[in-house]
């Protein structure tokens, strides 16, 4: 009986060896796959490198880097404007993978702010929003989430200012919106995004002092603002203010631009 339970036994031993070396088998072969699909990648051969990237994931699905790879080969397969299935099913299956590394660690910086970039790219512009909202919440400095925020908020209330002015055939960009009913029940709606992406913009500004793209769109938004409002020297102000930030955004430009490059020698 005795020797039978301790035959017993090291057959379980001797299988829990083999599953341990399995196991270590396997993790070898993922990090050999992630290895040969970061190669691809680096080449830019997309399609190559997620099959690699798919197999690590198989291999060990622990291995986070070769989700994060894979998430991002997926993003890079996807070309923003093009509407056809196949692109798109590239952008959805870039944002499950990215999903599903957040389930397994919520605070996944890289996946929040490639989800962003994503919805971003593909006009999703409130998923967009909150996936930069988030990424701001765990890193306050990123100066890009906030410029992203302003971009976004001066989408969403361009389209629909356009769309006004279009049905009341309004067709010189410097006359005002006249129809005051009209006017006021779109800035319900505009003038609380419009001063979100001020705010956003000017914390970019603050983060990043010379940033031009954040000038520009605070130019843009100055003149949404403009459109909406109801006293005629109000409007002049916002459109004042609008230049001003325009003049910075050249001024700033033109000032990059004359520095030579790293390396350059005159």
Not at 96 to 123: C, H, R, W
Not at 143 to 151: E, K, L, P, T
Not at 157 to 167: G, I, N
Request: hydrophobic content about 40%.
């Amino acid at each position: 009986m005795n020797s039978i339970r301790r035959n017993a036994w090291l057959g379980w031993i001797g299988l829990a060896c083999l599953l341990l070396v399995a196991g270590g088998c396997g993790k070898l072969k993922a990090r050999d796959q992630l290895n040969k699909g970061v190669a691809a990648y680096k080449n830019g051969k997309y399609p190559v490198a997620i099959d690699f990237f798919k197999s690590a994931v198989e291999l060990d699905p622990t291995l986070l880097n070769a989700k994060l790879y894979l998430a991002t080969a997926y993003a890079n397969r996807f070309v923003p404007g093009v509407e056809d299935e196949e692109n798109v099913k590239f952008a959805d299956q870039a944002v499950s993978v990215f999903q599903g590394i957040l389930k397994e660690d919520p605070n996944n910086i890289a996946s929040i702010t490639g989800i962003a970039s994503l919805y971003f790219q593909m006009k999703k512009m409130d998923e967009a929003k909150e996936f930069y909202k988030k990424q701001i919440a765990l890193d306050p400095a990123s100066s890009d989430a906030y410029y992203s925020i302003g971009v976004i908020d001066w989408t969403l209330v361009y389209r629909p200012r356009m769309e006004l002015r279009a049905r009341l055939k309004i067709t010189k960009p410097e006359d005002p919106i006249k129809d005051d009913k009209e006017r006021k029940a779109l800035a319900e709606k505009s003038l609380p995004l419009i001063e979100e992406g001020m705010n956003s913009l000017n914390k970019a500004m603050e983060l990043k002092p010379d940033y031009d793209d954040a000038m520009a769109y605070l130019n843009l938004l100055y003149r949404e603002k403009a459109d909406l409002e109801d006293a005629a020297d109000t409007r002049e102000a916002d459109l004042k203010t609008a230049d001003s930030w325009m003049d910075k955004t050249l001024e700033i430009k033109k000032k990059k631009a004359a520095k030579p490059t790293p390396g350059h020698t005159s």
